[in-house]
């Protein structure tokens, strides 16, 4: 095991000197307390030291790891490596209790935030989190949902637990689904996060929800003065309004969308929506214009502009989604089969599951292209287990059309 070389975290150190008294049998207050415990430890840590352990004196350098294994071997221990290990095991515990006394009542809210947001976060912390979250949608908790996002230490780290956020917001995008009194709460209070992204309106887009639409609409309101959060709000209700056919409404995002200035909004994604917006609108009105549009699209180099490959499945997936609404079957072939060969196993954990995605789209593509066994194998490779855990109502629709039609081929070829 690699030797831990990092400075000792303070949490760490407290539970030191609680142990360390604990073995010496009484409080160390004073520098005559330190002189005791100096021989009492085998004059094996300075006087000094000690006195900085336990704060009696300020001092810029942090307990070197010989001395942190001297004390945790005076505690009981066999080195400093150990004690931490026995303090993530009760840290642990200490977290399982805290869920049984919430299940109980027995704490108040403001007590479990203070407690969480006292903790290291760690994926153990997600996961207690997470339980809490099923704990309290069944006490139909309102404080507890409406402050939720206060715990901001466990939603300010995004590169290090993208993963763990992104499931907790996926979990409450289906609890509010399923209960109204959910959807109010979130209406009211998920649409401005004190947070560099906004977490539970661009994570989880989805404005077949009717309290989406309200959220986002209240999204679109706080942050008109963003030109991203203004393209954002267009660009999905456009979608969604194409999506079901209502083409005045369509029309007057779509008319919202021209007038802005997206050399000015950085995100590829949104980029990816404009330009399928923008096909949408032209199979619509201007069937004539409509090639220009997607040839434009093939001749974007997805390669080249998206040098990360989970960067390019996103762009290609999300263009892909729009090609597929209009019915652009084999243009989405040619551009996964360009822009995306051998390289796919460099893809992120985010990009596997947005891959997964893309395959569904491919598979549906395939299918349309008369090349069924294709889509056969591909869809016999599809992590079935990875379906919901990007949230997309979208490819999983043609999963399930997929299955079915191809379920009713084999049938008829078997009979």
């Known amino acids: 095991m690699a030797?831990?070389?990092?400075?000792?975290?303070?949490?760490?150190?407290?539970?030191?000197?609680?142990?360390?008294?604990?073995?010496?049998?009484?409080?160390?207050?004073?520098?005559?307390?330190?002189?005791?415990?100096?021989?009492?430890?085998?004059?094996?840590?300075?006087?000094?030291?000690?006195?900085?352990?336990?704060?009696?004196?300020?001092?810029?350098?942090?307990?070197?790891?010989?001395?942190?294994?001297?004390?945790a071997i005076y505690c009981g221990f066999k080195n400093w490596e150990v004690f931490i290990e026995e303090y993530n095991v009760l840290n642990r515990n200490k977290l399982k209790a805290l869920l049984i006394d919430c299940v109980e009542n027995k704490v108040k809210n403001e007590e479990l935030f203070f407690i969480i947001e006292s903790q290291i976060v760690e994926k153990e912390v997600y996961s207690l989190f997470t339980q809490l979250i099923l704990t309290k949608v069944i006490q139909k908790d309102?404080?507890?949902?409406?402050?939720?996002?206060?715990?901001?230490?466990?939603?300010?780290?995004?590169?290090?637990?993208?993963?763990?956020?992104?499931?907790?917001?996926?979990?409450?995008?289906?609890?509010?689904?399923?209960?109204?009194?959910?959807?109010?709460?979130?209406?009211?209070?998920?649409?401005?996060?004190?947070?560099d992204d906004d977490l539970f309106v661009e994570w989880l887009v989805n404005p077949e929800q009717e309290y989406y639409r309200k959220l986002l609409l209240n999204y679109y309101k706080a942050k008109k003065s963003n030109p991203s959060s203004e393209a954002f709000f267009h660009l999905i209700m456009a979608t969604y309004y194409a999506d079901i056919k209502n083409w005045e409404e369509f029309k007057s995002h779509y008319n919202s969308i021209k007038i802005l200035d997206f050399d000015k909004i950085k995100s590829n994604i949104l980029l990816m929506r404009k330009y399928g917006i923008e096909v949408i609108y032209q199979k619509k009105y201007k069937e004539e214009n409509a090639k220009t549009s997607i040839e434009n699209i093939t001749k974007i180099n997805f390669s080249k502009e998206y040098k990360d490959i989970s960067d390019r499945v996103t762009s290609i997936l999300f263009i892909s989604e729009y090609l597929y609404k209009c019915n652009e079957f084999q243009t989405i072939v040619n551009i996964i089969?360009?822009?995306?060969?051998?390289?796919?196993?460099?893809?992120?954990?985010?990009?596997?599951?947005?891959?997964?995605?893309?395959?569904?789209?491919?598979?549906?593509?395939?299918?349309?292209?008369?090349?069924?066994?294709?889509?056969?194998?591909?869809?016999?490779?599809?992590?079935?287990?990875?379906?919901?855990?990007?949230?997309?109502?979208?490819?999983?629709?043609?999963?399930?059309?997929?299955?079915?039609?191809?379920?009713?081929?084999?049938?008829?070829?078997n009979n």
Not at 341 to 355: I, K, M, V
Not at 387 to 407: A, E, G, H, R
């Open 3 to 71: 030797r831990i070389t990092n400075p000792a975290k303070e949490e760490h150190l407290e539970f030191l000197r609680s142990k360390i008294q604990e073995n010496f049998g009484r409080k160390i207050n004073t520098t005559t307390d330190c002189e005791f415990l100096y021989s009492n430890m085998g004059n094996s840590v300075s006087i000094d030291t000690l006195r900085r352990i336990f704060k009696l004196i300020k001092g810029e350098t942090h307990p070197s790891l010989p001395i942190l294994d001297y004390c």
């Open 142 to 195: 309102k404080y507890f949902f409406e402050n939720i996002f206060e715990c901001e230490t466990l939603f300010v780290n995004i590169e290090k637990f993208r993963y763990e956020i992104h499931y907790i917001i996926h979990l409450l995008c289906v609890l509010c689904n399923q209960n109204k009194w959910l959807q109010k709460i979130a209406i009211k209070h998920y649409f401005n996060l004190p947070y």
């Open 337 to 413: 089969r360009k822009h995306l060969g051998s390289d796919l196993f460099l893809l992120t954990h985010w990009g596997n599951l947005n891959w997964n995605q893309l395959q569904i789209i491919l598979a549906g593509s395939l299918y349309f292209t008369n090349e069924i066994s294709k889509c056969n194998l591909i869809l016999d490779v599809i992590s079935k287990n990875q379906l919901n855990l990007n949230f997309s109502p979208f490819s999983n629709v043609i999963y399930n059309d997929l299955v079915m039609k191809l379920n009713i081929q084999k049938s008829i070829i």
